[in-house]
Nanobody
Framework: VQLVESGGALVQPGGSLRLSCAAS????????MSWYRQVPGKERELVAQ????????NYADSVKGRLTVSRDNAKNTVYLQMNSLKPEDTAVYYC?????????????WGQGTQVTVSS
């Protein structure tokens, strides 16, 4: 199982980035996909989530209207379009896959990609 994030970079406030997470080794279309972020000294927080077929999305209040999560099940990839970026968006962004099946929960994480918003 692999989740590989890409697209992190240094960007100026007000700028945009698009993160990608390529999945392999599991049935991508059966998993809810999420983006989390974490800064040093703080807990990892949920940023955005999309249902397995993409019909439902959820966002943290701090990113609503600026970040958009989407997925392409044919490409086994989930995206996070980030617009109007703020310095407080600076963090390591992690891709997460989760599925509840029977009595078990299956969860996978990527290695993270750094997003830095600074002038």
């Amino acid at each position: 199982v692999q989740l590989v994030e890409s697209g992190g970079a240094l960007v100026q406030p007000g700028g945009s980035l698009r993160l990608s997470c390529a999945a392999s080794g599991f049935t991508f279309s059966r998993y809810v996909m999420s983006w989390y972020r974490q800064v040093p000294g703080k807990e990892r927080e949920l940023v955005a989530q999309i249902s397995n077929v993409g019909g439902s999305t959820n966002y943290a209040d701090s990113v609503k209207g600026r970040l958009t999560v989407s997925r392409d099940n044919a490409k086994n990839t989930v995206y996070l379009q980030m617009n109007s970026l703020k310095p407080e968006d600076t963090a390591v962004y992690y891709c997460n896959a989760q599925r509840v099946y029977g009595l078990g929960t299956f969860t996978y994480w990527g290695q993270g990609t750094q997003v830095t918003v600074s002038s």
